[in-house]
Structures are given as C-alpha cells and as structure tokens.
C-alpha cells in the first residue's frame, strides 16, 4: 500500500493527495491541471501559504520579500536557481509582503528577506537576510533531513 503525502497545488492553492511513490512522476493538481513540483519560484498569497504549510509530502521554503527592498531584489535570481537545483525536494515560494501587509505580524518577521521552512505545518527553519545560492541550497536541505 503507498501512502499519500498532502501535497498544495502553488498556483490555485488547492491540496492535492499525492501517492508517496509518485513523488517523481510530475504529480499534476486536480484542479488545474498544473504542475505540483516544477524546480521554479511561485508567487503565492497567504491563503495559499497557510495550505501549503500543512503539506507533509515535500517542506516549503518561502521568501517573504518586498519590491522597496535591495536585498530582496539581489537575492531573487539566486533564489531561483536555488528552486532548480532543489526541484523534487524542497518547493520554493515567494510571498511580497508590501502586497499582504499582515504576513509580517503572523509570522513575526522583523526584517527582509525572511525565508521560512514549513512541513507538515510546522515552522521547520528560519533564515533573515540576503543569501546566495549554495546558502540557500544548504539552508532548504536541512529541512528535508529534519523532516524525516
Ligand atoms: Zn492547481
């Protein structure tokens, strides 16, 4: 018997169920037929954060982020190749901050860039200021040995 990991679809924020041996088979969403692991960025809303951060089949990394922000700015093409390398183990997301203005205080971020590790909804990992790609990299797959 496989067992299923709850996997949230980035782009329409629905929870799908996701046979745990099928993980590397390119699972697509029920609903709208996107990919559910695709080794890029997803721009997602807190509604869809607050699902995804149950997911228990792969941890999500978020970068909660602003447009008025240097730093954010510098760290978003290596948070992109980050995503590429770690495709089918950890999910990348960002989150704009001056878009949601009550993340901040939920999540209780001080200061930007903020990544945030979520699996099974728990906060797994927590990393302030800019990184480049291999820090982020080593950053995401802590999670991964964390969660198992
Ligand atoms: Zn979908």
Redesign the pocket.
Same mark, same amino acid.
């Given at each position: 018997m496989s067992q299923n990991d709850r996997l949230t &679809?980035l782009? &329409?924020g629905?929870p799908n169920r996701v046979p745990h041996d099928k993980l590397g088979d390119n699972p697509k *969403?029920g609903? *709208?037929g996107?990919w559910l692991i695709t080794g890029k960025v997803a721009e997602i809303d807190p509604a869809t954060l607050q699902k995804a951060a149950q997911d228990t089949a792969l941890p999500l990394v978020v970068d909660f982020w602003a447009p008025w922000c240097g730093p954010c700015r510098a760290m978003a093409p290596q948070f992109g190749m980050a995503a590429e390398r770690l495709k089918g183990s950890v999910r990348l997301a960002k989150l704009n901050t001056e878009q949601h203005q009550t993340v901040s205080g939920r999540y209780g971020i001080r200061g930007i860039p903020a990544m945030i590790g979520f699996h099974g909804g728990r906060e797994v990992g927590r990393q302030v200021g800019a990184m480049q790609m291999p820090g982020i990299v080593q950053f995401a797959s802590g999670l991964t040995a964390k969660a198992r």
């Open positions: &679809c782009d &329409c629905t *969403c609903k *709208c996107g």
